[in-house]
């Protein structure tokens, strides 16, 4: 058997160096009047993931007025990468803008963000959609994990909000992946006993 190395331990980030940062960062924000809320992997864990991360992602709603140099590079979709120095160690920060088709979903979820423990958090239904637009396979695992949890995830409240945010055909085209999701998250691929609210009628 192959033995696999666990390379980049030392890069995660602590629940308390996650939250330093992000009361930074959200300051930073608070003082320049820019909406912002948290999503990702640290999401993941207000909601009850054992999932580890590397860094922190938010969705604001414009930039920071970071100074010469502060920004190390820039997301493909629209955005920054920084890093917020706090008491331990640097904590990277996926500032996330988008520029694409998507940013009017992003925005949207930023909107409806909650407060948990007075931080803006992306709710469990918003994060399902940002993630099933994501697309990548831990996206995957994520949204898999939150659907199973009990009165977490409002099925029905996810397809009202990619209708009434997006549009008939981007549900058109979601819901089949997202039928999967949910037979998986129930253990029950091709479930007949509940439409999830996916029916068009």
């Given at each position: ?21 992000i ?8 003082e ?112 898999i ?39 998986l998250?129930?253990?029950t ?13």
């Amino acid at each position: 058997m192959k033995e696999r190395k666990l390379n980049g331990l030392t890069d995660l980030i602590s629940g308390d160096e996650a939250i330093e940062a992000i009361e930074k960062v959200g300051a930073l924000a608070d003082e320049n009047n820019i909406d912002w809320a948290v999503c990702g992997g640290i999401a993941m864990v207000v909601y009850g993931s054992p999932r580890l991360t590397k860094d922190v992602d938010i969705i604001a709603s414009k930039s920071l007025p970071l100074k010469d140099g502060e920004i190390k590079g820039f997301l493909k979709q629209g955005g920054e990468n920084f890093l917020i120095e706090t008491e331990k160690r640097s904590v990277p920060i996926d500032w996330i803008l988008r520029n694409d088709e998507a940013k009017k979903i992003y925005q949207a979820a930023l909107k409806d963000a909650v407060k948990i423990n007075k931080i803006p958090i992306i709710t469990p239904e918003w994060l399902i959609i940002l993630k099933y637009i994501a697309g990548r396979f831990k996206d995957q695992e994520d949204c898999i994990f939150l659907l199973g949890q009990m009165d977490l995830v409002n099925r029905q409240k996810v397809k009202d909000l990619i209708l009434t945010n997006g549009s008939g055909d981007m549900w058109l085209a979601m819901r089949a992946g997202l039928k999967r999701w949910y037979d998986l998250a129930d253990g029950t691929i091709n479930a007949e006993k509940d439409d999830y609210g996916l029916r068009d009628s």
